[in-house]
């Protein structure tokens, strides 16, 4: 273990080395992956991190095309690979802008953010995967395993033989999970999780804060709080529902950020994912549109 001048942190597991960003990965910063076989070496999500100091490789696969996933891309002139549903965002940083379907002016600083802040450049060149892609490094092989849902194209990777499952953005923080974007969906997700939660594994590593968990046993409690945040969501939504509610009241109240969290992307999010657990709940008959755009529990 290791601080490198670039700032992350190298730490093995088995072959794979973790490189963990500033400020233990925690967003604009990430964790990524360099792991190495007899023939070949990739690096899987290149970060903030990494944009100084970035150690060589053969290749590149990214697990989404969200920005603190690719921004320490510029450092690699090798083949990048990405699940197909993400070679669009993938493709320049306006592509990456449009995907999130921002209002104009939060789109504006968005696209400044994701230039400058992240250095982010698109790749039209980068090369598409599918769940059960396999990369073979001489000894060593790494596997696509799709868990969409985050975004539609977010993949997580199984290195072999090591047994190192990365979840990338599946990162079990207290936050929850996301899927605020226009591509998220709350049903993949869930059914992602329940995908992570099978896979045996000796470690399974985040792109974020949480690091690397060792053992399935204490993976697998994680999973379950971080999964409990969905159901937070719906039981607070269901309360505030006690009274008829528009989408727009539920965006003030809040089901994702707390109440300091300021942003462009805050309102947007917050409607997305409001309408997803609407949707959801209104086919179970738990909320019923009591007038057209009134939303009231059952
Ligand atoms: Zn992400």
Aim: one cysteine or more; proline letters at 6%.
């Amino acid at each position: 273990m290791g601080t490198h001048p670039a700032g992350y942190t190298e730490a093995d597991y088995g072959a794979v080395r973790v490189l963990t960003g500033a400020e233990r990965g925690a967003y604009p910063y990430a964790n990524s992956l360099l792991v190495r076989g007899t023939g070949a070496s990739l690096v899987v999500d290149p970060s903030l991190s990494l944009v100084e100091g970035a150690p060589p490789a053969d290749l590149v696969l990214v697990s989404h095309a969200h920005e603190d996933h690719i921004a320490g891309l510029g450092s690699y002139d090798v083949p990048v690979h990405a699940h197909e549903r993400e070679l669009r965002a993938l493709s320049s940083p306006a592509a990456l802008v449009a995907s999130l379907d921002l209002p104009s002016e939060a789109a504006a600083e968005a696209d400044t953010a994701m230039r400058e802040r992240f250095h982010v450049r698109g790749r039209p060149d980068a090369r598409g995967f599918e769940d059960g892609t396999v990369f073979d490094l001489g000894g060593r092989t790494v596997t696509v395993v799709h868990l969409p849902g985050h975004t539609a194209g977010h993949c997580g990777f199984l290195v072999e033989p090591d047994g190192f499952l990365f979840v990338a953005d599946v990162d079990l923080t207290s936050f929850g999970p996301y899927y605020g974007d226009p591509g998220s969906s709350l049903e993949e997700f869930e059914s992602s999780i329940r995908r992570c939660r099978e896979i045996d594994a000796r470690w399974y590593g985040t792109a974020h804060q949480k690091g690397v968990i060792e053992g399935a046993e204490e993976f697998r409690s994680r999973l379950d709080a971080y999964a409990g945040v969905i159901r937070r969501r719906e039981e607070a939504l269901l309360e505030f529902l006690a009274e008829p509610r528009t989408v727009e009241e539920i965006v003030g109240h809040r089901l994702v950020y707390r109440p300091h969290v300021r942003g462009p992307h805050v309102d947007p999010v917050e409607r997305r994912t409001a309408r997803r657990h609407l949707e959801r709940l209104t086919a179970q008959e738990r909320v019923t549109e009591t007038a057209p755009g009134r939303f009231r529990a059952v």
